[in-house]
Structures are given as structure tokens and as C-alpha cells.
């Protein structure tokens, strides 16, 4: 019922709002942005239907849904408008920190009109000078009379959704300094900074200075704010004093699920676009076939088109199922009541998430190349949606920490948790699936090469530790992307044992099933060696990356 229900707004709401909200772009008039009139009805839809609040306890009003459902639903969403999916779930993510951190005044007084979807959500951290590096913000907070409240003043920048028309107020949850605050990440605090003070409707003054014009998903505008130009500006704690940070962090880890979802739907719908043109678009013959007086057949007859499918197919469908699995994990650390398991769960999703955002968002962009590519000249036209595709699917790598930043994060500190913990239950998972595995041989077999073969590459870089950090994070992001390779592949072993399972019952799907074993297939024979090459790379003692001087490029 939740998905059909996810169905439903995305077919009959955001699918039709695709084209017009890329080509009708967010404007900056009179120092506030108006973006496509059809977001207003969407918003109000959503928070009428329940979803903003959905995962919230029944008590306040949500559904309790789980987060495996919560994200599924969004890929159905995100796969049908993007642009239009960002504006609730940016709300949901700014609220939850509101009711999990804030004050019962807070929660009481900003919350409800966020659920109902007449006020946006937003996540201020970015500015000028400090981007990943949120230790150097500088956007400083002031005590006042009133306990609770502050003067802030300063700047943020790309700020997803920061102001727009659709909704009555804005509701930054800002990261800032309070005056006096110790340098560095331990001196942060989190503030909801309206942009109308609720009960007089006067402008807070948090201005908007500038509106960023994307290469892609354009109907969701990106702000540059100005706050406390005038030195009017009010803020309001979250939680404590220099906590921020630490509360920031749980829209992060939550939105960073949520970014390898969006890349994943993006890739998907990139793919089901390739697919059906390339069944419907006929040129050439077989290979085989002589005889021009013969018609022409579908593309997708046509091996390296079939490539090219597949490569889209086994990116997009083993990055969901290690996404589900991620936002599975998600639900079984909230609700595990065992001290010890909660921690392995926990541990686990911890060292997955930044494998679970990078992986998809990298391969997601080479992914609706290949769509585009599968489309020859007209993929490269606005005729057809998949070079829109392709434009939206570049923001990923970006989004939520890029993927430099996810390498240092696993190598430099998720691996290392409760003494390399999560590395333990994953080995232990993979373990346990290839031991119950029950499928075709050549499948498991490539697989297992390439397990054994990431378990030395990461011993190996583990004693690399003692050179020193920078020669052992110098090809972070290349573990990172070994461990996505071999995560997905993982994925795509536990489908195969499903679907051979499956294939000989009765009323089964058999083409469906077929075709998750080949394109199983396909990824062990495609995909998996390039963990090989590079872990040739990552066992290699020579470093130009960082023996390279600025000086000689």
C-alpha cells in the first residue's frame, strides 16, 4: 500500500512537472526566488498525505513507517522528478533534528506547519570559506536576554531549497559559532533560523543574496544567504551549546542513504528509458545476416548495445539492494534491544554508509552515460529525457560529502571503530551468504577470487598505516571504490541465490529470474575485475600523488 501510494503522487504529481521544471528555472526577482507554481500543490500533497512525518512515532503524528520502506518509496519519487522530491525530504531530515534535539517549545512551535508542508526545511552548513571543512565556519552566534535565543550573522551558500515561493517560511537548521566558542568542530552549535518570525510574520533577516544556476535537477533552487546583515537576525539552540556538530551529523548519515538512493533512482529511470528505445529504434541486421532485403531489428539485439543495458541493470538494481539492505540495518539498530547486537548492527551501517552513498553516486553518472550512449545523437537531444538524466545524475558525487571526503572516512576512521567491529560483521555476512549459497558455480567462483583478493588488498594498506597518514589515506578513495565494486557484487551474489531458488517453482517469473542470474553474471564478468587492478594500485609502494609538486603540473 505504501509503494502503490508512492506510485500514485509520482505518476499523477512530479512525472508531469519533469521537463517543464528543468526548463522552466528558478528566478531571482526582488531578492526572493520563485520556482515552478506546480511545487506549491506537491508540498501541500505531501504533507497532507502524511509522508514529511511518515517515520515519526504514531504519538506525534507519523506512521512509525520503517526507514526500508521510507527509502523505497523515496526512489519511486526521486526516479519520477527528482527536483520535486528534494523539497519534503529535506523538511523531514530538518524536522526530525527539531524533535530528536530540540526544546518541547521548539518542537511545539516549528514542527507542525513543517509536517503539513506550509513550511520548508533546510540543512545550513556550506559558506564561502569552509565547505567539507566545517571546522573554519564562521557565521557567529550572539547571546541575547532571552535564554534560548541569539543574534546570528553571516553567510551560507548552496543551500538546497533556501527560499522559494512555495511554502509560507523557511526553517534553517544553521550551523554557527557562539561567540567565545573553542575553535575547530568542538565549538559548533545547531540553531533553527526562520526566515519569518512565526507569530509577527516580520522578516528575520536572513536575506537571499544570490541564486545558483545547476547544470541539473534545476527546478530546486540553491541560495546564497545573508544573515543578520542588519544585525537582526534571530536564532534559536538546539540542543546544547558546541553539540551542534554531533546533531548535524544524524541528518547527514540519514541524507547520505538518501543521496545513494536519489543517484540510484536517477540511474534507473535513465535505464528504463535506454531500454525502451532500444526495443523500439531499429537499425542494422545481425551480425550474421547477409541479405540486406532482410528489415532492420531492434537495437537491442545488438551485443554491445545488451552491454550497455546490462552495465546500466547491474549498477542501478545491486546499488538498490545494498541500499535496502543499508536502510534495513537502519531499522534493526533503532529497534535491536540487545546491547551487543545493536552495537554490531550499528557498526556495520556505519562502515556501509559511505560504500552506500559513493558507489551509486560515482557509477550512477557513468551509468545515464550509458543511457545516453544506448540513444546515439538523440540521447544527446532534449527531444528524449535521458541527457536530463545525466545532468541530474552529476550532483552526487558531491552531495552530502564527496566521495574524497567518504574515502578518508572509511579508511581513516570507520574501519577502525571498536577495533575494526564493522569490518568483522561484514566479513561475517559475506561469509554466512557465500556458505549458503546456492546457484550457479562460475558465479560464486568469481565472486570468492574476488573477496579473498579484497581481504589481502585490505591488509595490506592496513600496514601501510605505520607510514605515516598521508601516504596511507593518499588512495582512500580507491578502497572506497574496491569495497563498492565488491559490496554490490555481494548484492548481486545474494539475488542469484534468491532467483535460482525461485526459477523452477511454480508461476514463477522465470524471464525476470533469468534475467537477474545473467546480469548477475554480467557483474562478476565486467564489473568485479576491476578490483583486482586496483588492488595492483593499492598494493604499490610508489606515491605520485604525493610526491607530485603544485609547481610541475
Known amino acids: 500500500m505504501i509503494l502503490d501510494a508512492a506510485d500514485q503522487i509520482a505518476s499523477k504529481s512530479l512525472r508531469p512537472l519533469l521537463t517543464e521544471m528543468d526548463r522552466q528555472e528558478p528566478q531571482l526577482e526582488n531578492g526572493s526566488i520563485k520556482i515552478h507554481p506546480g511545487m506549491r500543490p506537491i508540498l501541500k500533497q505531501f504533507g497532507q498525505d502524511g509522508w514529511i512525518n511518515a517515520t515519526f512515532r504514531y504519538e506525534e503524528g507519523g506512521q512509525q513507517l520503517p526507514w526500508t520502506l521510507h527509502l523505497a518509496a ?58 567539507s571543512s566545517l571546522s573554519d565556519i564562521s557565521t557567529t552566534a550572539y547571546p541575547t536576554e532571552t535564554p534560548g535565543a541569539y543574534r546570528i550573522k553571516g553567510q551560507k551558500i548552496y543551500i538546497s531549497c533556501g527560499d522559494h515561493d512555495a511554502c509560507e517560511n523557511i526553517i534553517h537548521l544553521m550551523l554557527a559559532r557562539v561567540e567565545g566558542a573553542p575553535p575547530g568542530t568542538k565549538g559548533i552549535s545547531l540553531f533553527v533560523v526562520p526566515k519569518i518570525i512565526p507569530e509577527t510574520g516580520e522578516s528575520n533577516d536572513v536575506l537571499t543574496e544570490g541564486l545558483y544556476h545547476k547544470m541539473g535537477y534545476k527546478g530546486a533552487p540553491i541560495a546564497h544567504l545573508m544573515i543578520g546583515s542588519n544585525e537582526k537576525t534571530i536564532g534559536y539552540l538546539v540542543g546544547e551549546e558546541n553539540m551542534g556538530l554531533k546533531y548535524m551529523f544524524q541528518m ?56 550497455m543495458l546490462l552495465f546500466q541493470k547491474s549498477i542501478s538494481e545491486g546499488s538498490l539492494a545494498l541500499l535496502l539492505y543499508a536502510s534495513r540495518l537502519m531499522d534493526e539498530t533503532i529497534h535491536e534491544t540487545i546491547p551487543d547486537r545493536k552495537k ?11 560504500i552506500a552513498k559513493s558507489y551509486p553516486s560515482e557509477m550512477g553518472v557513468l ?9 546515439g545523437g538523440a540521447g544527446y537531444t532534449q527531444d528524449f529525457p535521458v541527457e536530463q538524466y545525466y545532468r541530474e545524475a552529476r550532483i552526487h558525487p558531491i552531495h552530502e560529502g564527496t566521495t574524497g571526503i567518504h574515502g578518508l572516512d572509511l579508511l581513516g576512521r570507520k574501519i577502525f571503530l571498536e577495533d575494526g567491529l564493522g569490518w568483522k560483521m561484514l566479513y561475517q555476512a559475506i561469509e554466512k551468504d557465500i556458505k549458503s549459497y546456492q546457484g550457479p558455480e ?22 601501510k598505516a605505520q607510514e605515516g597518514p598521508e601516504i596511507f589515506l593518499a588512495d582512500a578513495s580507491l578502497f572506497l571504490e574496491l569495497c563498492g565494486v565488491l559490496c554490490v557484487g555481494w548484492m548481486w551474489l545474494r539475488q542469484t541465490h534468491v532467483a535460482s531458488q525461485m526459477i523452477d517453482k511454480e508461476n514463477a517469473d522465470t524471464a525476470f529470474l533469468h534475467g537477474k542470474i545473467e546480469t548477475a553474471r554480467y557483474f562478476m564478468e565486467y564489473e568485479l575485475p576491476k578490483i583486482h587492478a586496483i588492488a595492483q594500485r593499492l598494493h604499490s609502494k610508489a606515491y605520485p600523488t604525493v610526491n607530485m609538486r603544485s609547481y610541475w603540473f
Open 74 to 131: 523515496g526512489y519511486i519519487l526521486q526516479a519520477a522528478n527528482y527536483s520535486a522530491s528534494v523539497f519534503p525530504f529535506l523538511t523531514t531530515g530538518a524536522a526530525n533534528l527539531i524533535r530528536t534535539f530540540g526544546s518541547s517549545a521548539l518542537v511545539e512551535r516549528f514542527t507542525p506547519k513543517m509536517y503539513a508542508g506550509d513550511w520548508q526545511g533546510t540543512m545550513a552548513l556550506t559558506e564561502p570559506d569552509a565547505g
Open 252 to 307: 547527514m548519515n540519514e541524507a547520505r542513504i538518501g543521496v545513494g538512493m536519489n543517484a540510484v533512482a536517477i540511474a534507473q529511470a535513465a535505464y528504463q528509458a535506454s531500454l525502451a528505445y532500444a526495443k523500439e529504434r531499429p537499425q542494422g541486421r545481425k551480425i550474421t545476416e547477409k541479405d540486406l532485403s532482410k528489415p532492420q531489428v531492434p537495437i537491442i539485439e545488438h551485443a554491445d548495445v545488451k552491454r
Open 344 to 354: 554490531e548492527k550499528h557498526l556495520l551501517l556505519e562502515l556501509l554508509t559511505p
Open 367 to 375: 551509468s545515464t552515460s550509458a543511457a545516453v550512449q544506448v540513444l
Open 442 to 463: 562460475d558465479i560464486l567462483l568469481l565472486f570468492d577470487q574476488a573477496w579473498k583478493k579484497s581481504q589481502d588488498t585490505a591488509g595490506t594498506l592496513l600496514q
